[in-house]
Protein backbone atom coordinates (compact mmCIF):
# COMPACT_ATOMS: atom_id res chain seq x y z
CA UNK A 1 0.00 0.00 0.00
CA UNK A 2 1.41 3.62 -0.91
CA UNK A 3 1.08 5.21 2.54
CA UNK A 4 -0.17 8.57 0.92
CA UNK A 5 -2.96 6.97 -1.39
CA UNK A 6 -5.94 7.86 0.53
CA UNK A 7 -8.39 5.52 -1.44
CA UNK A 8 -5.54 2.25 -0.67
CA UNK A 9 -5.88 3.66 3.01
CA UNK A 10 -9.81 3.30 2.49
CA UNK A 11 -9.30 -0.29 1.36
CA UNK A 12 -7.03 -1.37 4.03
CA UNK A 13 -9.26 0.19 6.86
CA UNK A 14 -12.72 -1.44 5.17
CA UNK A 15 -10.27 -4.96 5.54
CA UNK A 16 -9.52 -4.23 8.97
CA UNK A 17 -13.16 -3.90 9.95
CA UNK A 18 -13.00 0.10 10.19
CA UNK A 19 -15.31 0.98 7.61
CA UNK A 20 -16.68 3.59 9.69
CA UNK A 21 -13.41 5.17 9.93
CA UNK A 22 -12.84 4.79 5.50
CA UNK A 23 -16.50 6.61 5.21
CA UNK A 24 -14.88 9.44 7.39
CA UNK A 25 -11.93 9.65 5.19
CA UNK A 26 -13.74 9.33 2.15
CA UNK A 27 -15.95 12.04 2.97
CA UNK A 28 -13.71 14.72 4.21
CA UNK A 29 -11.58 14.34 1.04
CA UNK A 30 -15.16 15.07 -0.71
CA UNK A 31 -15.70 18.05 1.38
CA UNK A 32 -12.19 19.41 -0.05
CA UNK A 33 -12.88 18.87 -3.15
CA UNK A 34 -10.64 16.49 -3.87
CA UNK A 35 -13.28 13.59 -5.05
CA UNK A 36 -13.58 11.95 -8.51
CA UNK A 37 -15.18 8.64 -9.90
CA UNK A 38 -12.50 6.80 -7.61
CA UNK A 39 -13.08 8.46 -4.46
CA UNK A 40 -17.04 8.36 -5.27
CA UNK A 41 -16.73 4.64 -6.05
CA UNK A 42 -14.38 4.13 -3.09
CA UNK A 43 -17.46 5.92 -0.36
CA UNK A 44 -20.28 3.88 -1.74
CA UNK A 45 -17.98 0.55 -0.79
CA UNK A 46 -16.81 2.33 2.00
CA UNK A 47 -20.95 2.99 3.27
CA UNK A 48 -22.21 -0.89 2.03
CA UNK A 49 -19.13 -2.14 4.26
CA UNK A 50 -20.44 -0.14 6.83
CA UNK A 51 -24.26 -0.81 6.63
CA UNK A 52 -25.58 2.47 5.67
CA UNK A 53 -27.27 0.94 2.32
CA UNK A 54 -29.46 4.07 2.22
CA UNK A 55 -26.19 6.83 1.77
CA UNK A 56 -24.55 4.23 -0.56
CA UNK A 57 -27.27 4.28 -2.91
CA UNK A 58 -27.51 8.18 -2.38
CA UNK A 59 -23.95 8.51 -3.35
CA UNK A 60 -23.99 6.42 -6.40
CA UNK A 61 -26.79 7.74 -7.76
CA UNK A 62 -24.64 11.05 -7.40
CA UNK A 63 -21.53 9.32 -8.71
CA UNK A 64 -23.66 8.05 -11.98
CA UNK A 65 -25.76 11.36 -12.63
CA UNK A 66 -21.99 13.34 -12.38
CA UNK A 67 -20.84 10.44 -15.00
CA UNK A 68 -23.56 9.13 -16.73
CA UNK A 69 -21.55 7.86 -20.15
CA UNK A 70 -18.80 5.87 -17.61
CA UNK A 71 -19.81 2.35 -17.21
CA UNK A 72 -17.53 1.80 -13.77
CA UNK A 73 -20.00 4.40 -12.57
CA UNK A 74 -22.99 2.37 -13.37
CA UNK A 75 -21.59 -0.79 -11.85
CA UNK A 76 -21.00 0.98 -8.62
CA UNK A 77 -25.07 2.52 -8.96
CA UNK A 78 -25.68 -1.63 -9.01
CA UNK A 79 -23.85 -2.32 -6.59
CA UNK A 80 -25.73 0.19 -4.22
CA UNK A 81 -28.87 -1.27 -5.91
CA UNK A 82 -28.30 -4.64 -4.89
CA UNK A 83 -27.07 -4.06 -1.32
CA UNK A 84 -30.34 -2.30 -0.80
CA UNK A 85 -32.44 -5.05 -1.90
CA UNK A 86 -33.56 -3.38 -5.38
CA UNK A 87 -32.63 -6.48 -7.48
CA UNK A 88 -34.11 -6.10 -10.56
CA UNK A 89 -32.46 -2.53 -10.97
CA UNK A 90 -29.63 -3.33 -10.33
CA UNK A 91 -29.75 -5.46 -12.91
CA UNK A 92 -30.87 -2.89 -15.16
CA UNK A 93 -27.36 -0.97 -14.03
CA UNK A 94 -25.32 -3.92 -14.51
CA UNK A 95 -26.69 -4.11 -18.15
CA UNK A 96 -26.55 -0.32 -18.96
CA UNK A 97 -22.49 -1.04 -17.38
CA UNK A 98 -22.07 -3.58 -20.33
CA UNK A 99 -23.69 -1.06 -23.00
CA UNK A 100 -21.67 1.34 -22.33
CA UNK A 101 -18.35 -0.54 -21.92
CA UNK A 102 -19.12 -4.35 -22.88
CA UNK A 103 -15.54 -5.30 -22.54
CA UNK A 104 -16.08 -4.49 -18.65
CA UNK A 105 -15.92 -8.08 -17.19
CA UNK A 106 -16.43 -6.34 -13.48
CA UNK A 107 -19.85 -5.47 -14.85
CA UNK A 108 -20.37 -8.90 -16.66
CA UNK A 109 -19.49 -10.79 -13.29
CA UNK A 110 -21.20 -9.19 -10.99
CA UNK A 111 -24.39 -8.91 -13.65
CA UNK A 112 -23.69 -13.22 -13.23
CA UNK A 113 -23.65 -13.26 -10.01
CA UNK A 114 -27.28 -10.79 -9.75
CA UNK A 115 -29.02 -13.24 -11.63
CA UNK A 116 -27.92 -15.86 -9.45
CA UNK A 117 -29.37 -13.77 -6.50
CA UNK A 118 -32.61 -13.97 -8.52
CA UNK A 119 -32.59 -17.40 -8.64
CA UNK A 120 -32.35 -17.50 -13.03
CA UNK A 121 -29.55 -20.27 -13.59
CA UNK A 122 -29.58 -20.11 -17.38
CA UNK A 123 -29.12 -16.19 -17.00
CA UNK A 124 -25.83 -16.27 -14.82
CA UNK A 125 -24.07 -18.36 -16.99
CA UNK A 126 -25.09 -17.17 -19.81
CA UNK A 127 -22.80 -14.08 -18.45
CA UNK A 128 -20.26 -16.02 -16.80
CA UNK A 129 -19.37 -17.88 -20.10
CA UNK A 130 -19.00 -14.44 -21.69
CA UNK A 131 -16.42 -13.87 -19.34
CA UNK A 132 -12.83 -14.72 -21.15
CA UNK A 133 -10.62 -17.43 -19.16
CA UNK A 134 -7.90 -15.15 -18.90
CA UNK A 135 -9.99 -12.09 -17.16
CA UNK A 136 -12.23 -14.38 -15.07
CA UNK A 137 -12.33 -13.79 -11.45
CA UNK A 138 -10.81 -16.54 -8.84
CA UNK A 139 -14.28 -16.81 -7.60
CA UNK A 140 -16.55 -17.14 -11.22
CA UNK A 141 -15.71 -21.23 -10.65
CA UNK A 142 -17.69 -21.62 -8.12
CA UNK A 143 -20.39 -19.00 -9.23
CA UNK A 144 -20.55 -21.10 -12.65
CA UNK A 145 -21.12 -24.41 -9.82
CA UNK A 146 -23.73 -22.99 -8.10
CA UNK A 147 -25.63 -22.30 -11.29
CA UNK A 148 -25.32 -25.47 -12.89
CA UNK A 149 -26.07 -26.81 -9.29
CA UNK A 150 -29.54 -24.31 -9.10
CA UNK A 151 -30.19 -25.60 -12.77
CA UNK A 152 -30.21 -29.33 -11.92
CA UNK A 153 -32.18 -28.99 -8.66
CA UNK A 154 -35.94 -30.82 -8.93
CA UNK A 155 -37.32 -27.45 -7.95
CA UNK A 156 -37.86 -23.84 -8.25
CA UNK A 157 -34.95 -22.19 -6.88
CA UNK A 158 -36.22 -20.08 -3.68
CA UNK A 159 -34.55 -16.86 -4.88
CA UNK A 160 -36.30 -17.28 -8.14
CA UNK A 161 -39.63 -17.91 -6.24
CA UNK A 162 -39.22 -14.99 -4.17
CA UNK A 163 -37.94 -12.72 -6.88
CA UNK A 164 -40.70 -13.45 -9.60
CA UNK A 165 -43.58 -12.19 -6.55
CA UNK A 166 -41.75 -9.77 -5.28
CA UNK A 167 -41.97 -8.18 -9.08
CA UNK A 168 -45.65 -9.54 -8.95
CA UNK A 169 -46.93 -8.37 -6.12
CA UNK A 170 -48.05 -4.75 -6.80
CA UNK A 171 -51.09 -6.44 -8.61
CA UNK A 172 -51.29 -9.91 -8.17
CA UNK A 173 -54.76 -10.29 -7.32
CA UNK A 174 -56.00 -8.30 -9.93
CA UNK A 175 -53.75 -10.21 -12.45
CA UNK A 176 -54.58 -13.07 -10.87
CA UNK A 177 -58.62 -13.06 -10.87
CA UNK A 178 -59.03 -10.72 -13.64
CA UNK A 179 -56.51 -11.88 -16.24
CA UNK A 180 -55.44 -15.58 -15.53
CA UNK A 181 -58.99 -16.96 -13.75
CA UNK A 182 -57.18 -18.18 -10.73
CA UNK A 183 -59.57 -20.41 -8.92
CA UNK A 184 -57.42 -22.55 -6.82
CA UNK A 185 -58.56 -21.77 -3.69
CA UNK A 186 -62.39 -21.59 -4.35
CA UNK A 187 -61.09 -25.32 -5.39
CA UNK A 188 -59.53 -26.14 -2.26
CA UNK A 189 -62.24 -25.03 -0.39
CA UNK A 190 -64.88 -26.54 -2.31
CA UNK A 191 -62.95 -29.73 -1.73
CA UNK A 192 -62.53 -29.23 1.81
CA UNK A 193 -66.25 -28.87 1.56
CA UNK A 194 -66.00 -32.68 0.94
CA UNK A 195 -63.91 -34.30 2.78
CA UNK A 196 -63.96 -32.29 6.09
CA UNK A 197 -67.51 -31.29 6.17
CA UNK A 198 -67.73 -31.18 10.05
CA UNK A 199 -68.85 -27.00 10.32
CA UNK A 200 -69.33 -27.82 14.55
CA UNK A 201 -65.53 -26.52 14.73
CA UNK A 202 -62.96 -24.88 13.29
CA UNK A 203 -59.30 -25.74 12.56
CA UNK A 204 -55.71 -24.59 12.89
CA UNK A 205 -54.54 -23.57 9.68
CA UNK A 206 -51.34 -22.75 7.70
CA UNK A 207 -51.57 -21.45 4.56
CA UNK A 208 -48.30 -22.41 2.40
CA UNK A 209 -47.58 -20.15 0.18
CA UNK A 210 -50.36 -17.83 1.08
CA UNK A 211 -49.19 -14.43 -1.50
CA UNK A 212 -51.31 -11.92 -0.86
CA UNK A 213 -53.96 -13.88 1.10
CA UNK A 214 -56.35 -15.10 -1.18
CA UNK A 215 -56.44 -18.92 0.23
CA UNK A 216 -56.42 -17.19 4.03
CA UNK A 217 -60.03 -15.31 2.39
CA UNK A 218 -61.31 -18.84 1.59
CA UNK A 219 -60.75 -20.61 4.59
CA UNK A 220 -60.97 -18.04 7.09
CA UNK A 221 -64.85 -18.74 8.33
CA UNK A 222 -63.54 -22.12 9.54
CA UNK A 223 -60.36 -21.23 11.00
CA UNK A 224 -59.50 -21.11 14.71
CA UNK A 225 -56.03 -19.60 13.89
CA UNK A 226 -54.77 -18.91 10.19
CA UNK A 227 -50.91 -18.52 9.67
CA UNK A 228 -49.30 -18.35 6.94
CA UNK A 229 -46.22 -18.73 5.17
CA UNK A 230 -44.39 -17.38 1.85
CA UNK A 231 -41.62 -16.52 0.34
CA UNK A 232 -41.51 -12.98 -0.53
CA UNK A 233 -41.52 -10.10 1.65
CA UNK A 234 -43.73 -8.20 -0.59
CA UNK A 235 -46.27 -10.91 -0.76
CA UNK A 236 -46.35 -11.37 3.35
CA UNK A 237 -46.76 -6.73 3.44
CA UNK A 238 -49.71 -7.61 1.08
CA UNK A 239 -51.42 -10.46 3.05
CA UNK A 240 -50.40 -8.57 6.26
CA UNK A 241 -52.45 -5.63 4.92
CA UNK A 242 -56.26 -8.04 4.82
CA UNK A 243 -55.48 -8.12 8.77
CA UNK A 244 -56.90 -12.10 8.78
CA UNK A 245 -53.88 -13.97 9.45
CA UNK A 246 -52.79 -14.50 13.35
CA UNK A 247 -49.01 -14.78 12.26
CA UNK A 248 -46.94 -14.38 8.87
CA UNK A 249 -43.79 -15.46 7.90
CA UNK A 250 -41.09 -14.88 5.34
CA UNK A 251 -39.83 -18.36 4.87
CA UNK A 252 -38.90 -21.05 2.06
CA UNK A 253 -41.89 -23.93 2.47
CA UNK A 254 -40.17 -27.26 2.32
CA UNK A 255 -37.57 -25.53 5.26
CA UNK A 256 -40.17 -24.38 7.62
CA UNK A 257 -41.98 -26.98 7.08
CA UNK A 258 -39.26 -29.60 8.60
CA UNK A 259 -38.29 -26.95 11.38
CA UNK A 260 -41.69 -26.04 12.50
CA UNK A 261 -42.70 -27.09 16.26
CA UNK A 262 -46.70 -26.35 16.26
CA UNK A 263 -48.86 -28.54 14.91
CA UNK A 264 -51.83 -27.72 12.72
CA UNK A 265 -54.78 -29.30 11.59
CA UNK A 266 -55.26 -28.53 8.12
CA UNK A 267 -52.42 -27.06 5.92
CA UNK A 268 -53.25 -25.27 2.43
CA UNK A 269 -51.16 -24.68 -0.74
CA UNK A 270 -53.34 -22.77 -3.79
CA UNK A 271 -51.41 -23.15 -6.43
CA UNK A 272 -47.85 -23.14 -4.62
CA UNK A 273 -46.50 -26.99 -5.59
CA UNK A 274 -45.61 -25.96 -9.20
CA UNK A 275 -42.70 -24.31 -7.35
CA UNK A 276 -41.58 -27.75 -6.54
CA UNK A 277 -41.09 -30.83 -8.99
CA UNK A 278 -39.92 -33.54 -6.11
CA UNK A 279 -42.24 -33.73 -3.54
CA UNK A 280 -40.94 -36.15 -0.94
CA UNK A 281 -39.72 -33.13 1.18
CA UNK A 282 -42.68 -31.08 1.19
CA UNK A 283 -44.93 -34.28 2.19
CA UNK A 284 -42.68 -35.28 4.85
CA UNK A 285 -42.40 -32.22 6.31
CA UNK A 286 -46.74 -31.64 6.19
CA UNK A 287 -46.74 -35.16 8.25
CA UNK A 288 -44.41 -34.11 10.77
CA UNK A 289 -46.35 -30.62 11.14
CA UNK A 290 -49.96 -31.96 11.25
CA UNK A 291 -52.04 -33.72 13.94
CA UNK A 292 -53.36 -37.14 13.40
CA UNK A 293 -56.21 -36.70 11.52
CA UNK A 294 -55.34 -33.56 9.53
CA UNK A 295 -55.62 -32.47 6.12
CA UNK A 296 -53.47 -31.63 3.34
CA UNK A 297 -55.44 -29.74 0.76
CA UNK A 298 -53.31 -28.80 -2.41
CA UNK A 299 -53.68 -27.99 -6.22
CA UNK A 300 -50.74 -29.16 -8.65
CA UNK A 301 -50.82 -28.61 -12.45
CA UNK A 302 -51.61 -31.68 -14.83
CA UNK A 303 -49.26 -34.01 -16.47
CA UNK A 304 -49.69 -37.23 -18.21
CA UNK A 305 -48.27 -40.38 -17.85
CA UNK A 306 -45.46 -40.62 -14.87
CA UNK A 307 -43.41 -38.68 -12.64
CA UNK A 308 -43.09 -34.33 -13.05
CA UNK A 309 -42.00 -32.23 -15.24
CA UNK A 310 -41.11 -28.49 -15.34
CA UNK A 311 -43.30 -27.30 -18.17
CA UNK A 312 -42.31 -24.10 -20.52
CA UNK A 313 -43.65 -21.42 -17.77
CA UNK A 314 -41.17 -22.84 -15.29
CA UNK A 315 -43.76 -24.15 -13.44
CA UNK A 316 -43.33 -28.06 -12.36
CA UNK A 317 -46.53 -30.68 -13.83
CA UNK A 318 -47.29 -33.79 -11.45
CA UNK A 319 -49.04 -36.75 -12.63
CA UNK A 320 -51.91 -38.72 -10.69
CA UNK A 321 -49.13 -41.74 -10.68
CA UNK A 322 -46.78 -39.74 -8.73
CA UNK A 323 -48.74 -37.70 -7.03
CA UNK A 324 -50.26 -41.64 -5.41
CA UNK A 325 -47.22 -43.25 -5.15
CA UNK A 326 -45.25 -40.47 -3.33
CA UNK A 327 -48.72 -39.66 -0.85
CA UNK A 328 -48.81 -43.56 -0.17
CA UNK A 329 -44.33 -43.42 0.54
CA UNK A 330 -45.49 -40.51 2.95
CA UNK A 331 -48.36 -42.69 4.57
CA UNK A 332 -50.60 -40.19 3.56
CA UNK A 333 -54.46 -41.57 3.03
CA UNK A 334 -56.20 -40.11 -0.24
CA UNK A 335 -59.50 -38.74 0.85
CA UNK A 336 -60.09 -36.71 -2.68
CA UNK A 337 -58.41 -36.22 -5.73
CA UNK A 338 -60.11 -34.53 -8.96
CA UNK A 339 -59.19 -32.90 -12.25
CA UNK A 340 -59.50 -28.78 -11.98
CA UNK A 341 -58.46 -25.33 -13.96
CA UNK A 342 -56.87 -24.02 -10.92
CA UNK A 343 -56.24 -21.30 -13.61
CA UNK A 344 -55.63 -20.41 -17.24
CA UNK A 345 -52.93 -19.24 -19.35
CA UNK A 346 -53.33 -17.57 -22.29
CA UNK A 347 -57.20 -17.90 -22.06
CA UNK A 348 -56.93 -21.38 -22.10
CA UNK A 349 -57.51 -23.38 -18.78
CA UNK A 350 -54.77 -25.26 -17.28
CA UNK A 351 -55.43 -28.54 -16.52
CA UNK A 352 -54.61 -30.03 -12.62
CA UNK A 353 -55.95 -31.66 -9.86
CA UNK A 354 -56.64 -30.72 -6.53
CA UNK A 355 -55.62 -33.12 -3.73
CA UNK A 356 -56.78 -34.29 -0.21
CA UNK A 357 -54.45 -36.21 2.26
CA UNK A 358 -55.62 -37.48 5.41
CA UNK A 359 -52.79 -37.98 8.59
CA UNK A 360 -53.99 -40.93 10.04
Known amino acids: MHPDDPLERADALIAQGRAGDAVALLQAMLEQGRGGLLLHNSLVRALIAAGDTASALDAARQGASLYPGVAVAAVTLGEALLAAGHLPTAIGEFQRALRLDPALTDARLHLGEAWLEAGEAEKA ?24 AMRERQRSDPRYVRHLFDQFSTDYDARMIGQLGYGAPTILRGLADLVIPDRSRRYSILDLGCGTGLAGLAFKDIALTLDGIDLSPAMIAKARSRK ?37 NLLAGARRTLHLGGSFLLTVEKKAGEGFELGPKRRWR ?23 HPRTEAGVPVE ?4 ALLKT
Open 352 to 355: GYAM
Open 125 to 148: LEAFDAIGKADAAPRIANRVAEAH
Open 244 to 280: IYDELRVADLESALADEDRKYDLLLAADTVVYLGNLE
Open 318 to 340: HSENYLRSEAARANFEIVGLLEC
